[in-house]
């Protein structure tokens, strides 16, 4: 089977590299991108989990699945020190394509997801302190795959998603006031999305591009938490949906990959780039290979570069400056869709987990080195 249900639900959802060539243009690239090599696994395969790094420095991988209706209620920790993973508490719910934020108290908000056959409204919080989660106050609305928007106020966004009742995608958005720990309504954006992008601009707003409703959309629209409403943006120039963006360096968003409405045979490897003070979408160089299920945030590198992971046994790095994309060196053994990636306070990249062309996860993990 090459879909999971619930993302089938969510349907109806040390070394340098040195001389690479682009598959595109056979011109070669950029020498010194990255390397990447394999690390060690984790303790239980995952896809759809998320991954969040602790103030300490450590990851905190929760949930996701092992294959499908096979969703985990546990989590693990990722030591950088050691190079291993050791079991922390368990979550209150199996959940997977949920959403995992880091709070400005230092715990991680967990909210929403698939369990079983349809989507939670349940969250809770993990303590880095305890190594134990905690329920708190559920959300307005059961959601699968929603964003979830850290924003400059220490609040979240959670935006869209889908469940049974409205499969296609969902308008709807609610915030989680971090000082209460409750929920509250936010409004409805102007499409109905799941699988989309949702990007904290420098201003504070939230670029919310990409999803689908009824069908992919290419529409973008902008979150302003001072007015908390949404406005309609410049819209992308392709439809896309379950692709990755990052914010540059100059504050403009990158959006890439991704697939269209045949989902499978739709995946793409175009790219764009937002610019806030515009509201416009530009055309850049296209990834080198076509790739869709992607972690929902790239990376944001130290030296200003975007890593890109997922959908491909590749690796590529965006460089703002030539505006193309730069494979590193050594590969993944398969194309993992929807594992993460996370930055470690030392610059690398840790990449977890993910399924291949059926529903089976992955405990393999793999570091990324600038």
Do not use: C
């Not at 992919?216 to 902008?222: D, F, H, M, N, R």
């Not at 504050?251 to 045949?262: E, F, K």
């Amino acid at each position: 089977m090459r879909q999971s249900h619930f993302f089938l639900v969510a349907l109806t959802t040390t070394s340098l590299a040195v001389g690479v060539t682009s598959f595109r243009s056979g011109v070669p690239a950029i020498s010194r991108v990255g390397s990447v090599s394999p690390a060690a696994p984790m303790l239980e395969p995952r896809s759809g989990h998320t991954a969040t790094l602790l103030p300490g420095g450590k990851v905190l991988i929760a949930g996701g699945m092992r294959r499908n209706q096979d969703f985990y209620r546990s989590a693990e920790l990722f030591d950088p020190a050691t190079g291993k993973f050791q079991a922390t508490g368990e979550m209150t719910t199996a959940r997977v394509g949920h959403v995992a934020k880091l709070l400005h108290s230092g715990k991680v908000l967990i909210a929403g997801g698939w369990v079983g056959h349809g989507a939670t409204d349940s969250a809770e919080l993990y303590d880095p302190a305890t190594g134990r989660f905690t329920a708190i106050s559920k959300m307005t609305t059961k959601r699968g795959q929603p964003s979830g928007t850290l924003l400059a106020n220490g609040d979240v966004l959670i935006a869209g998603g889908a469940d049974h009742d409205s499969p296609g995608g969902m308008v709807s958005a609610e915030i989680l006031r971090a000082s209460t720990l409750t929920f509250e309504p936010a409004g409805s954006m102007h499409h109905a999305r799941i699988s989309h992008t949702a990007m904290l601009l420098d201003d504070g707003r939230v670029l919310i591009a990409g999803g689908r409703g009824e069908s992919v959309t290419a529409g973008a629209e902008l979150y302003d938490p001072k007015t908390r409403r949404f406005t309609e943006t410049g819209s992308m120039f392709t439809a896309r949906y379950k692709h990755t963006a990052g914010v540059l360096p100059d504050g403009r968003v990158l959006i890439a990959g991704g697939s269209n409405d045949q989902d499978w045979r739709g995946t793409m490897s175009s790219a764009e780039v937002y610019d806030p003070r515009s509201g416009r979408f530009k055309a850049t160089s296209p990834l080198n290979d076509n790739r869709f299920k992607l972690p929902d945030e790239a990376v944001h590198l130290s030296s200003g570069r975007v890593l890109i992971s997922g959908g491909s046994t590749k690796v590529e790095i965006y460089d703002p400056e030539s505006g193309k994309f730069l494979i590193a060196s050594g590969q993944m053994n398969d194309t993992w869709h929807f594992m993460s990636e996370t930055l470690l306070k030392d610059g690398t990249v840790l990449l977890a987990g993910g399924y291949s062309n059926n529903d089976r996860g992955t405990a393999q993990t793999w570091i990324f080195r600038p």
